[in-house]
């Protein structure tokens, strides 16, 4: 078919739902990553740093960096530097991080810096949401692009005014979970639906015991934790039960945007009659020139003469056959012929008539 051929080909693949490791359907509350955050200057750069007349708190956090290493910069004096530039340092802390360990960070440019490339970030502490210090970051950064200008020509290969630095923080403070304190742990579903809770509270309790787990609603199970010596070993085994997640409801997923089509094995039309046409308008403008006669005394006069055309095709009534299964569904839409573009009003036309059982989503 000619309309996202690629997305739709894909899904055709899903076949019945298969058994999935509890850990790939669902997470332990309270075990999270947590996302960090910070200022900081980034310095050595081979001229190409933040342009401090236009970016003034570059200035400002230079000076105040200064001030605190014992150096006081006399007042008036404007510093023009090329080779500073202020950044944001952003991290996510993982769960049950310790003091002394290392993470990676990404450092990003706020002001008009060119590029980061060969830039060493100075010591930058990163906070959480509660404006608490959780780590320190500090080094040389990695940017995966090249570029150069001259003479007002420029080439650039990737993005250069962000990069990351690999282990480029150290932990100092460690976010507390406390899983199973309560004598409980809690599972989430990553997706709601009662039908795969309650196949999930039934694998726990058949590997676990009757009465080990209980599902609180269509997302929620609470289990009864063991001892605190057990409770490791315990959740390794839990993340490796095997799970049937019950399938999807039909849902048509559209990406307005690139055109995109995804369905899921859940999809299903009715029989249907489709009419669907393009109107295109070409409009085509050329330069007509007048050259006046010899010895007339008239002026050469510039003229624009368009040609205009409207062209309608493809309206006849199609025929679409109700489908029990997907490839069923694709067979017909490909008797439509349509591209991207019009399959979207096509569907969205579908699902108002009734003749398309599925959740259609626009994104």
């Given at each position: ?7 739709v ?7 019945p739902?298969?058994a999935?490791r509890?850990k ?6 309270g ?5 960090l955050?910070?200022?900081g ?8 740093g933040?342009q ?13 960096m ?13 510093m023009?530097?090329?080779n ?9 802390l993982p ?7 290392n993470?990676?960070v ?8 060119k590029?980061l ?11 959480g949401?509660?404006?608490q ?9 990695v940017?995966?692009g ?9 080439v ?5 005014s962000?990069g990351?630095?690999?282990?480029g923080?150290l932990?100092?403070?460690?976010v507390?979970?406390p ?13 709601s639906d ?28 609470r289990?009864?934790?063991p ?14 039960l ?5 399938q ?5 997923v ?12 859940a999809v299903?039309?009715k ?10 308008v ?9 050259q ?7 002026s ?11 062209n ?28 991207p573009?019009?399959?979207v009003s ?13 959740e259609?989503?626009?994104?």
């Amino acid at each position: 078919m000619r309309f996202a051929a690629a997305a739709v080909v894909a899904s055709l693949f899903f076949g019945p739902a298969y058994a999935e490791r509890l850990k790939e359907l669902a997470s332990i509350q309270g075990v999270r990553d947590n996302p960090l955050i910070g200022y900081g200057l980034m310095v050595g750069l081979d001229g190409t740093g933040d342009q401090t007349m236009q970016t003034p708190f570059t200035t400002q956090s230079l000076n105040n960096m200064l001030q605190q290493l014992g150096i006081t910069i006399p007042q008036g004096v404007n510093m023009q530097l090329k080779n500073v530039a202020a950044v944001m340092v952003t991290a996510t802390l993982p769960s049950f991080a310790r003091p002394g360990q290392n993470i990676d960070v990404t450092v990003s440019s706020m002001g008009n810096a060119k590029s980061l490339r060969g830039g060493t970030l100075l010591m930058t502490p990163l906070k959480g949401v509660d404006g608490q210090t959780y780590a320190v970051a500090q080094g040389n950064m990695v940017v995966g692009g090249a570029g150069a200008s001259a003479n007002g020509s420029k080439v650039q290969v990737n993005q250069l005014s962000s990069g990351r630095i690999p282990g480029g923080a150290l932990v100092e403070r460690t976010v507390e979970s406390p899983v199973g304190a309560e004598g409980t742990f809690s599972i989430e579903l990553n997706r709601s639906d009662f039908g795969t809770t309650q196949r999930a509270v039934d694998a726990i309790n058949r590997q676990f015991g009757s009465g080990t787990a209980e599902a609180i609603d269509a997302r929620s199970i609470r289990v009864r934790a063991p001892e605190p010596q057990q409770r490791v070993g315990f959740l390794a085994r839990l993340e490796d039960l095997e799970v049937t997640p019950t399938q999807a409801g039909a849902r048509v997923v559209v990406n307005a945007r690139t055109g995109s089509v995804v369905m899921n094995q859940a999809v299903r039309v009715k029989d249907c009659a489709i009419a669907h046409g393009n109107l295109s308008v070409v409009i085509n403008t050329e330069p007509v020139i007048s050259q006046p006669g010899a010895f007339s005394g008239g002026s050469t006069v510039a003229a624009q003469t368009s040609q205009i055309s409207v062209n309608q095709g493809g309206g006849a009534i199609q025929m679409v056959r109700g489908g029990a299964s997907l490839s069923d569904v694709v067979k017909g839409l490909n008797s439509l012929g349509a591209n991207p573009q019009d399959l979207v009003s096509i569907l969205q036309a579908m699902k108002s008539a009734g003749a398309l059982s599925a959740e259609l989503e626009i994104i």
